[in-house]
């Protein structure tokens, strides 16, 4: 089956980082994804990986174990508007296959 | 800017009421388009997809009868939801595949039955 974890909520403090953890068990593997998601909006797309290793893109970073199943998301500098609900999402096929996506994880910044 | 466009945003209508939802690739072609239905504070669940040309390949335990999906052509493809009902109130998300992209989402249509 298909199975992608991910914490449910997180609270981290306005200008520090926080990491976002996405374990997954697919019947394949092409790339997985990371979304943002703000109350009553639809995903925008922030990181793709489809190799092992770090994607830096500004703030946000996403890194890959494929042997692991494993990726996280990092989010630096953070800001009151990054709260929001982030979902890692996985390719699990290769051609026009839907995403196979986590639950989310909502996080809150405070101040 | 926006690649995938839906429409209507917002609908309020009554119980029995038929509503349709329009999903466009803007400046691509999408030969596949996916439909979710998110319910508050949860994650997105996938309906079906929709193939340019031929049926929709509906998820399991979702209703084809109840749930109309057209893909007449390879820019839009269009959700009915067919006399719907209190419980059929959601935020419905459609997404085109572009194959050069990522996944890309329409902004959502939050359908709200009386």
């Known amino acids: 089956g298909q199975n992608i974890d991910q914490p449910t909520e997180m609270t981290a403090t306005e200008g520090a980082i926080v990491q976002i953890n996405c374990t997954y068990q697919t019947s394949g593997f092409n790339g997985l994804f990371w979304y943002q998601q703000h109350a009553g909006e639809a995903p925008t797309f922030l990181s793709y990986?489809?190799?092992?290793g770090l994607e830096e893109k500004g703030r946000f970073s996403s890194f890959l174990s494929r042997s692991k199943g494993y990726s996280y998301l990092l989010l630096k500098e953070l800001q009151m508007k990054d709260s929001a609900s982030y979902l890692c999402?996985?390719?699990?096929?290769?051609?026009?296959?839907?995403?196979?996506f986590g639950k989310g994880t909502r996080l809150s910044v405070i101040a | 800017g926006a690649v995938v466009s839906q429409h209507p945003s917002w609908v309020i209508c009554k119980s029995g009421t038929s509503v349709k939802i329009e999903c466009r690739s803007l400046d691509f072609q999408a030969t596949t388009m996916f439909w979710y239905r998110q319910f508050p504070k949860q994650s997105l669940m996938l309906m079906a997809t929709?193939?340019?040309?031929?049926?929709?390949?509906?998820e399991q335990g979702v209703e084809k009868d109840k749930f109309l999906i057209n893909h007449a052509s390879l820019t839009l493809s269009t959700l009915t939801v067919t006399s719907a009902h209190p419980e059929d109130s959601s935020f419905y998300i459609c997404?085109?595949?572009?194959?050069?992209?990522?996944?890309?989402f329409g902004d959502g249509t939050r359908l709200s039955i009386l």
């Open positions: 990986n489809v190799l092992d």
């Open positions: 999402a996985v390719n699990s096929n290769s051609g026009n296959t839907p995403l196979v």
């Open positions: 997404s085109a595949l572009d194959s050069n992209q990522p996944q890309h």
């Open positions: 929709s193939n340019e040309g031929s049926k929709a390949t509906y």
